[in-house]
């Protein structure tokens, strides 16, 4: 082995560069541990130091390097992400194994590894030396190919299974075309020095091709400077572009395995979500704002980049989402963009008016039943289904009191909704008073919206059943019986319902005795909107019949007799956007009693 020279002015770029992007993230991480509560900052802690710190690696070698989830939606797509984080990851791993091995009486300088093959003339006369020269020139290829994957994708992003890319800001296109230029640059530069600086079957090939073209060795330094300014710009740009979120995502898997949430404001665990978005457009397709409205720009996607950049437009976009959960569960990285949305809605409104509802009687507590059913809004705006439930109930001889018969309050959900949680409040107090003075061991709703803020805001202290899973207990308990029909059904997952409330069997063991079920491409977690949400505050009455068309259409491409939905909403939307009946799952029940 023979030595160079241990530095060179090209160097200068990448030390700088690095140097900035360390301190950027040194800086930025103590602001964010900062800004959280405390007892977020003890949870970090505890699980910095705990055995669930492995459970935090293993997630980042999933997902960070790995890919895992974006593998499962795309193979190409998620190869195209593997071979650039894990083909650089090992890179530089092999590299500081190669200075350890051949120079461990050198001082590791952190840009040493980086241009190990300039400084450093080797041959491939050990094992251990040809060995690492395959594996760096390996793992060269694999990140080479994924840069080419990437290029193709910003241009054919339909091979992708993808129907469009996010325009890029300035910042963004600065980091994307350098770090598409550093794996071809050190490619050129390892492969013209490789004559003595070793090689394999990439590099040494490439050099030995290039020697019988090229006898000036003068474009050999410019080279080496070129690879160097490309990494030195790519770590500058890299904080103030959608590159970010390579060293913000090990943050956030380590604070979402630590118990921590977004809260009620945009800050510490909020904002290293928003830094965490990588911008690859996968949450674009699954919106139907996007997809099915033509509404591309309001994708979460577009909305966490204009929060990131203050852009006063991202209000706008938070009001104007469904708040359906269908890019969240897209979102390979795992960042609840309904939680930053919600808060935005939530900062920009203040409305309070204290005692509202006290013309409401209180329940009466001579009424004492064992079962409490509460309609909801829209079940009393949906007759056919409060009808059937209530036919239902008499069937099963259910001791129930109708709690909201003769009109009651809403469950609150709606203003929430709409940033406007003081009013709310006021209204779930109300509620909760008449429920808790009625005695019943269980409350059951109709509606999945009004049900999922009973069981999550509410903290009843009775048991809380929407009306899929207590008609299914009924009949399990033999106290319903059913006749099964000829009719063939496809069931509509409501977000609130499934996605959000894990309810995806219940009503599925109820249809599968009453009528012929079948399956869709949209059911469980790739539920769809029905367009009617409650969600958006500024979706006109066109957009949302675009989506609600679009909806019914995917569902009922199988055209059965008619179209199920455990939801009043739903039912209400899709009544007047399908071309098939359109009924709840209690009135298939009553339908078909023995």
């Given at each position: 082995?023979?030595?160079?020279?241990?530095?060179?002015?090209?160097?200068?770029?990448?030390?700088?560069?690095?140097?900035?992007?360390?301190?950027?993230?040194?800086?930025?991480?103590?602001?964010?541990?900062?800004?959280?509560?405390?007892?977020?900052?003890?949870?970090?802690?505890?699980?910095?130091?705990?055995?669930?710190?492995?459970?935090?690696?293993?997630?980042?070698?999933?997902?960070?390097?790995?890919?895992?989830?974006?593998?499962?939606?795309?193979?190409?797509?998620?190869?195209?992400?593997?071979?650039?984080?894990?083909?650089?990851?090992?890179?530089?791993?092999?590299?500081?194994?190669?200075?350890?091995?051949?120079?461990?009486?050198?001082?590791?300088?952190?840009?040493?590894?980086?241009?190990?093959?300039?400084?450093?003339?080797?041959?491939?006369?050990?094992?251990?030396?040809?060995?690492?020269?395959?594996?760096?020139?390996?793992?060269?290829?694999?990140?080479?190919?994924?840069?080419?994957?990437?290029?193709?994708?910003?241009?054919?992003?339909?091979?992708?299974?993808?129907?469009?890319?996010?325009?890029?800001?300035?910042?963004?296109?600065?980091?994307?075309?350098?770090?598409?230029?550093?794996?071809?640059?050190?490619?050129?530069?390892?492969?013209?020095?490789?004559?003595?600086?070793?090689?394999?079957?990439?590099?040494?090939?490439?050099?030995?091709?290039?020697?019988?073209?090229?006898?000036?060795?003068?474009?050999?330094?410019?080279?080496?400077?070129?690879?160097?300014?490309?990494?030195?710009?790519?770590?500058?740009?890299?904080?103030?572009?959608?590159?970010?979120?390579?060293?913000?995502?090990?943050?956030?898997?380590?604070?979402?395995?630590?118990?921590?949430?977004?809260?009620?404001?945009?800050?510490?665990?909020?904002?290293?979500?928003?830094?965490?978005?990588?911008?690859?457009?996968?949450?674009?397709?699954?919106?139907?704002?996007?997809?099915?409205?033509?509404?591309?720009?309001?994708?979460?996607?577009?909305?966490?980049?204009?929060?990131?950049?203050?852009?006063?437009?991202?209000?706008?976009?938070?009001?104007?989402?469904?708040?359906?959960?269908?890019?969240?569960?897209?979102?390979?990285?795992?960042?609840?963009?309904?939680?930053?949305?919600?808060?935005?809605?939530?900062?920009?409104?203040?409305?309070?008016?204290?005692?509202?509802?006290?013309?409401?009687?209180?329940?009466?507590?001579?009424?004492?039943?064992?079962?409490?059913?509460f309609a909801g809004c829209m079940t009393h705006?949906?007759?056919?289904?409060?009808?059937?439930?209530?036919?239902?109930?008499?069937?099963?001889?259910?001791?129930?009191?109708?709690?909201?018969?003769?009109?009651?309050?809403?469950?609150?959900?709606?203003?929430?909704?709409?940033?406007?949680?003081?009013?709310?409040?006021?209204?779930?107090?109300?509620?909760k008073e008449i429920i808790e003075q009625s005695?019943?061991?269980?409350?059951?709703?109709?509606?999945?919206?009004?049900?999922?803020?009973?069981?999550?805001?509410?903290?009843?202290?009775?048991?809380?059943?929407?009306?899929?899973?207590?008609?299914?207990?009924?009949?399990?308990?033999?106290?319903?019986?059913?006749?099964?029909?000829?009719?063939?059904?496809?069931?509509?997952?409501?977000?609130?319902?499934?996605?959000?409330?894990?309810?995806?069997?219940?009503?599925?063991?109820?249809?599968?005795?009453?009528?012929?079920?079948?399956?869709?491409?949209?059911?469980?977690?790739?539920?769809?909107?029905?367009?009617?949400?409650?969600?958006?505050?500024?979706?006109?009455?066109?957009?949302?019949?675009?989506?609600?068309?679009?909806?019914?259409?995917?569902?009922?491409?199988?055209?059965?007799?008619?179209?199920?939905?455990?939801?009043p909403l739903c039912k209400k939307t899709f009544?007047?956007?399908?071309?098939?009946?359109?009924?709840?799952?209690?009135?298939?029940?009553?339908?078909?009693?023995?």
């Open positions: 082995m023979k030595e160079r020279l241990s530095y060179d002015p090209f160097v200068l770029p990448f030390t700088i560069g690095f140097i900035y992007i360390l301190i950027f993230l040194t800086i930025a991480t103590l602001r964010v541990v900062k800004s959280l509560p405390f007892k977020d900052r003890k949870k970090l802690g505890y699980h910095l130091f705990s055995w669930k710190i492995f459970i935090s690696i293993k997630e980042i070698f999933l997902e960070c390097l790995i890919h895992k989830k974006i593998w499962k939606r795309n193979p190409w797509l998620g190869y195209m992400h593997m071979s650039i984080a894990f083909g650089w990851f090992m890179l530089i791993l092999l590299a500081h194994i190669e200075v350890k091995l051949f120079c461990p009486y050198r001082w590791n300088l952190p840009y040493y590894p980086i241009f190990f093959r300039y400084f450093v003339m080797e041959t491939e006369s050990t094992l251990r030396g040809s060995l690492l020269f395959f594996l760096m020139d390996f793992f060269l290829l694999i990140t080479l190919s994924g840069i080419f994957l990437a290029l193709y994708k910003r241009f054919r992003p339909k091979r992708f299974s993808m129907r469009r890319t996010t325009r890029l800001k300035l910042g963004d296109t600065i980091a994307m075309y350098t770090l598409w230029l550093i794996f071809p640059l050190r490619l050129l530069a390892e492969s013209f020095t490789s004559g003595v600086a070793g090689g394999s079957f990439l590099t040494r090939g490439m050099g030995i091709l290039f020697e019988n073209f090229i006898s000036d060795t003068s474009h050999i330094l410019p080279t080496w400077w070129a690879y160097s300014c490309a990494l030195g710009v790519f770590f500058v740009a890299l904080p103030h572009s959608r590159y970010m979120h390579i060293p913000t995502e090990i943050l956030l898997i380590v604070m979402r395995n630590a118990g921590i949430k977004v809260g009620v404001k945009n800050t510490g665990y909020a904002k290293v979500a928003i830094y965490s978005c990588s911008r690859c457009g996968i949450c674009i397709d699954p919106c139907q704002m996007a997809s099915a409205a033509q509404l591309h720009r309001k994708a979460s996607v577009y909305f966490i980049r204009q929060f990131r950049h203050h852009d006063d437009n991202h209000a706008n976009m938070a009001a104007a989402c469904l708040m359906c959960g269908r890019c969240v569960d897209a979102c390979p990285v795992g960042i609840d963009s309904c939680a930053l949305k919600q808060n935005v809605r939530n900062a920009g409104n203040h409305f309070t008016q204290e005692n509202q509802y006290q013309y409401l009687p209180a329940a009466d507590s001579s009424k004492k039943a064992d079962v409490l059913y705006l949906t007759q056919d289904i409060k009808k059937a439930m209530l036919t239902l109930l008499d069937s099963a001889k259910v001791n129930y009191h109708f709690m909201d018969e003769d009109g009651s309050i809403c469950c609150g959900r709606p203003l929430s909704l709409a940033g406007q949680q003081s009013a709310a409040d006021i209204l779930i107090q109300k509620n005695g019943a061991k269980i409350l059951v709703t109709s509606c999945p919206i009004c049900y999922r803020v009973f069981n999550e805001v509410y903290n009843l202290k009775i048991q809380v059943l929407h009306h899929t899973e207590y008609l299914n207990r009924l009949l399990q308990e033999n106290k319903l019986r059913l006749k099964k029909s000829n009719q063939s059904v496809v069931f509509h997952d409501s977000c609130e319902l499934a996605r959000y409330s894990s309810i995806y069997e219940a009503p599925r063991k109820i249809l599968s005795q009453a009528a012929h079920l079948q399956a869709t491409p949209f059911d469980g977690e790739n539920a769809l909107c029905c367009g009617g949400s409650l969600g958006s505050l500024n979706l006109n009455a066109r957009q949302r019949r675009k989506i609600a068309v679009d909806a019914a259409g995917k569902l009922t491409q199988s055209h059965p007799d008619c179209l199920v939905t455990a939801c009544a007047h956007a399908s071309q098939h009946p359109v009924k709840d799952i209690a009135q298939i029940m009553a339908e078909n009693l023995v």
